[in-house]
């Protein structure tokens, strides 16, 4: 299941618009590997999708189709080994997206009233997927579906993930767990399309 190219470069938009590229201009560029694969990250994240182009040059175009100059990070050794996961989950994507949308909106309307820069955070815990601040809590449940892994991570990241495999007619997503502080993946049926997100240190 391929994902478009014009799909895949309209959800890289909302990563390669990140405050780091103007520090590392290349950030704002897609890297067209000599594969077919098209990767964009913002250090915080990364989407790679499998096999959609037929350039061979290696460009680093903006998703407006602007050339940039530099050298694009080798990120496939941030990609963790599938086989080494702690935990695997598959969960329906309307699902995941329905929690993500949930309390990425509800988040971010309580940290704007307490004058946070904060990104509403959610927590992977047992049985449910959480968002926690002093103002409110939100629990939605995966049951019967358990988190082995405690994760904390940034709900806006996993919105928009989840917004690109539901683009991209994904049904079914996979959760690789690697550990507390790992980053987690998330791909689609055929593993053709991942998204990578770090996870937040929560104290």
Do not use: W
């Amino acid at each position: 299941m391929l994902i478009s190219y014009e799909v895949f470069m309209k959800h890289a938009e909302k990563v390669c618009k990140n405050p780091v590229s103007a520090v590392r201009p290349i950030l704002s560029g897609v890297k067209h590997a000599e594969n077919g694969d098209l990767l964009c990250t913002d250090s915080h994240r990364l989407y790679v999708a499998k096999g959609v182009h037929d350039r061979t040059d290696g460009a680093v175009l903006t998703p407006a189709g602007k050339n940039v100059d530099g050298n694009f990070p080798d990120v496939s050794r941030l990609i963790p080994d599938s086989s080494y996961a702690k935990q695997s989950l598959e969960i329906e994507v309307s699902e995941l997206f329905r929690a993500a949308d949930m309390i990425a909106s509800i988040g971010s309307i309580t940290e704007k009233e307490v004058k946070s820069d904060k990104p509403p955070a959610l927590e992977f815990k047992e049985d449910i997927i959480r968002y926690n601040n002093f103002q409110c809590q939100i629990n939605y449940s995966f049951y019967p579906l358990r988190f082995e892994e405690y994760i904390c991570a940034n709900a806006i990241y996993l919105l928009e993930a989840m917004k690109l495999l539901k683009a991209a007619g994904c049904q079914i997503v996979t959760l690789n767990f690697y550990g507390k502080m790992r980053p987690f993946t998330l791909t689609n049926e055929d593993e053709s399309l991942l998204v990578l997100i770090l996870p937040i240190r929560k104290y």
